[in-house]
């Protein structure tokens, strides 16, 4: 069979996927239209909590953020329009997708290394380590940093979820002789990056997300508008699993010496500001757990 019609049959398998994805997940309408009204221009914060309110239990969640010690506020908020006076309409945003995407990690079994709570921490981690380093190279939004470095790795949760049987005799199989996405090709015909770029499209989400989804493990081969944020999240994602904050909870993937030229950085740089983001996370933990 020829590479190419072998790259028929993997579109023509994630089309069929993308059909039934609403069986087993979806991302409540409501996240999703918070970013929407969000990220455009001459929305209103008026709007964006007319639209949280509509669903009680996100609202309970999104105060419960807002008052954990990462954002160390003096006095408690109580109501949504408090909230986006203290923190801004893109801070309350990534909360909603917060709290909405966590119910996606609830359950599972764990499988050697793996849980989807780990998942977890390690998507929260690389969006607070996205949002830290755009902050200090100047890319961009943090606040965008932040929500593409949360979703990166939504593909693999929805792998987890819909070919659970294969996802689990993959993990069975993975060694470090082979990175995370070539186990994926072998044992799905497509990768986390591919499968989580569809959903991403399917749930309509910001091209900056899909674009992340897509590009995270190799940046340096995309070449569109959000070349720099994608960059960004390649670097979370590689500080977060240099010191074992991992997707699958074990070390599958490598460190791209492209990326940390890009940056001028070497891998004790990369190392010392891993170390940095840990010390942040500290402030996180109410949000490291679905």
Not at 27 to 55: G, N, W, Y
Not at 149 to 176: C, E, K, P
Not at 217 to 229: D, E, T
Not at 236 to 246: F, L, P, Q, S
Request: proline share 1%.
């Amino acid at each position: 069979m020829s590479v190419a019609t072998l790259k028929v049959l993997n579109e023509e398998a994630l089309d069929i996927l993308i059909q039934r994805i609403d069986e087993v997940s979806s991302l409540p309408q409501i996240a999703i239209q918070a970013m929407e009204v969000a990220s455009a221009e001459e929305s209103s914060a008026s709007e964006l909590t007319a639209i949280i309110e509509c669903d009680v239990a996100l609202s309970s969640r999104i105060l419960k953020l807002v008052n954990s010690s990462a954002f160390g506020l003096r006095n408690q908020v109580t109501n949504l329009q408090q909230a986006i006076a203290y923190l801004g309409m893109k801070q309350v945003r990534n909360l909603a997708i917060t709290a909405s995407v966590s119910e996606l990690f609830l359950g599972g079994d764990k499988v050697g290394a793996y849980s989807r709570s780990g998942l977890w921490e390690h998507m929260v981690a690389v969006g607070i380590a996205a949002r830290m380093f755009a902050k200090k190279h100047h890319i961009g939004d943090p606040e965008d940093a932040f929500i593409a470095g949360l979703l990166h790795d939504l593909g693999i949760v929805i792998l987890d979820q819909f070919l659970n049987t294969r996802f689990v005799m993959m993990l069975g199989a993975m060694s470090s002789q082979q990175v995370q996405v070539r186990w994926e090709q072998q044992y799905f015909g497509f990768d986390h990056t591919q499968f989580g770029e569809r959903i991403a499209r399917h749930w309509k989400f910001p091209e900056l997300v899909v674009d992340t989804i897509r590009y995270h493990h190799m940046a340096g081969v995309y070449r569109g508008q959000h070349s720099q944020m994608i960059k960004a999240v390649e670097m979370g994602n590689m500080a977060m699993n240099e010191v074992g904050i991992t997707s699958l909870g074990a070390k599958y993937n490598r460190i791209s010496m492209a990326a940390l030229n890009c940056f001028d950085m070497t891998i004790g740089d990369l190392s010392r500001f891993a170390e940095e983001v840990k010390v942040e996370l500290v402030k996180y933990q109410d949000w490291l757990v679905p």
